[in-house]
């Protein structure tokens, strides 16, 4: 029995996820530049869930569709994704993914950023073949939005002044974007009504905020060796996340001092981060955080509501309310 929702999702769609990574092993290949196969090799085999081209296939699902542009359409948005993360581990100046050293570690900052480059441009070659310049609006302005998150969060990251709201603005581009366009540009293709489609969209913008906040949680008091990543890692990059936010709106005057010297200056010392987790703890930052987590996991669920009754309706309401139990 598969307990996690996206164990029963992989399940279902085993045969079309086997298309969809032939197609994204086909279109990673270059007769001319043998090292863009060897990088996005390196990335995509370092395995993750693979859960936007589930959430791809799982929407085309949901609305009855029976072609194949569902495959073409998850193996671009798992090209997008791959690409930014190629991009994001050079802006980012890390050294691990998903348990593995990074590709900028491997080979250098240029192979990453001209093979994401690439990826980005075979993205838009699949969504050209399924016919629809719906669908190609919908995922062009998704990567549009994607960039201008991560843009936005170079100069709201390590700011003292960034409200939740130009957080929630830089989630929306930065993980929620690709989720929402995944999830309805599955609806698109299928045909159905409007009201769907954006019920489609709202399942997966909600998703992807509550994924980003449970991960910004995650840093802080997750599990290593599950996460693949070190506990204060956002803290140690000077990332303002949404549990440093709330507890930099109720900090005194030694507490801001000390989120400037940490965040804005970058002098951490020993026992910051155990600090800063007390900080957040004593004002109730990490438990705020976890609430605005699941509201928008319950507003994921809600936007089902508007699509037919099906067997993967029913795991997606499941992977929304899994998302959040991470960080129970």
Same mark, same amino acid.
């Given at each position: 029995?598969?307990?996690?929702?996206?164990?029963?999702?992989?399940?279902? /769609?085993?045969?079309?996820?086997?298309?969809?990574?032939?197609?994204?092993?086909?279109?990673?290949?270059?007769?001319?530049?043998?090292?863009?196969?060897?990088?996005?090799?390196?990335?995509?085999?370092?395995?993750?869930?693979?859960?936007?081209?589930?959430?791809?296939?799982?929407?085309?699902?949901?609305?009855?569709?029976?072609?194949?542009?569902?495959?073409?359409?998850?193996?671009?948005?798992? /090209?997008?994704?791959?690409?930014?993360?190629?991009?994001?581990?050079?802006?980012?100046?890390?050294?691990?993914?998903?348990?593995?050293?990074?590709?900028?570690?491997?080979?250098?900052?240029?192979?990453?950023?001209?093979?994401?480059?690439?990826?980005?441009?075979?993205? /838009?070659?699949?969504?050209?073949?399924?016919?629809?310049?719906?669908?190609?609006?919908?995922?062009?302005?998704?990567?549009?939005?994607?960039?201008?998150?991560?843009?936005?969060?170079?100069?709201?990251?390590?700011?003292?002044?960034?409200?939740?709201?130009?957080?929630?603005?830089?989630?929306?581009?930065?993980?929620?974007?690709?989720?929402?366009?995944?999830?309805?540009?599955?609806?698109?293709?299928?045909?159905?009504?409007?009201?769907?489609?954006?019920?489609?969209?709202?399942?997966?913008?909600?998703?992807?905020?509550?994924?980003?906040?449970?991960?910004?949680?995650?840093?802080?008091?997750?599990?290593?060796?599950?996460?693949?990543?070190?506990?204060?890692?956002?803290?140690?990059?000077?990332?303002?996340?949404?549990?440093?936010?709330?507890?930099?709106?109720?900090?005194?005057?030694?507490?801001?001092?000390?989120?400037?010297?940490?965040?804005?200056?970058?002098?951490?010392?020993?026992?910051?981060?155990?600090?800063?987790?007390?900080?957040?703890?004593?004002?109730?930052?990490?438990?705020?955080?976890?609430?605005?987590?699941?509201?928008?996991?319950?507003?994921?669920?809600?936007?089902?509501?508007?699509?037919?009754?099906?067997?993967?309706?029913?795991?997606?309401?499941?992977?929304?309310?899994?998302?959040?139990?991470?960080?129970?």
């Amino acid at each position: 029995m598969l307990s996690k929702p996206h164990d029963r999702l992989a399940a279902r /769609f085993e045969a079309k996820m086997a298309a969809v990574d032939q197609l994204i092993r086909s279109r990673m290949e270059s007769r001319h530049a043998p090292r863009i196969p060897q990088v996005t090799t390196h990335l995509v085999g370092a395995g993750g869930k693979r859960l936007r081209p589930l959430l791809t296939l799982a929407a085309a699902d949901i609305c009855g569709y029976s072609g194949d542009n569902d495959e073409k359409l998850a193996a671009t948005v798992e /090209f997008i994704h791959t690409a930014t993360l190629l991009h994001d581990d050079v802006v980012d100046e890390s050294s691990q993914r998903r348990g593995r050293a990074t590709a900028n570690l491997l080979w250098d900052n240029k192979s990453s950023i001209l093979v994401g480059d690439y990826l980005f441009a075979r993205s /838009f070659q699949l969504m050209v073949e399924t016919g629809s310049l719906r669908v190609l609006d919908i995922l062009a302005n998704a990567s549009a939005t994607i960039a201008e998150g991560e843009v936005l969060q170079l100069t709201a990251a390590r700011d003292l002044a960034t409200t939740e709201d130009i957080y929630l603005q830089v989630v929306r581009g930065k993980t929620a974007a690709l989720f929402s366009a995944a999830t309805e540009v599955g609806g698109v293709i299928a045909g159905v009504p409007d009201a769907q489609c954006r019920a489609l969209y709202a399942y997966g913008d909600a998703l992807g905020i509550a994924f980003q906040i449970a991960d910004d949680l995650l840093d802080f008091q997750g599990d290593s060796a599950a996460t693949g990543k070190n506990i204060g890692d956002d803290f140690r990059e000077r990332k303002l996340t949404l549990p440093i936010i709330k507890a930099v709106a109720k900090a005194d005057e030694a507490e801001r001092n000390f989120w400037r010297r940490t965040i804005e200056k970058g002098d951490q010392r020993d026992g910051d981060l155990d600090h800063a987790i007390d900080l957040m703890r004593g004002h109730g930052a990490l438990q705020a955080a976890r609430e605005d987590a699941l509201t928008w996991a319950a507003t994921a669920n809600q936007s089902l509501d508007l699509l037919p009754a099906h067997p993967v309706r029913d795991m997606l309401a499941d992977l929304a309310d899994y998302v959040v139990s991470r960080i129970a």
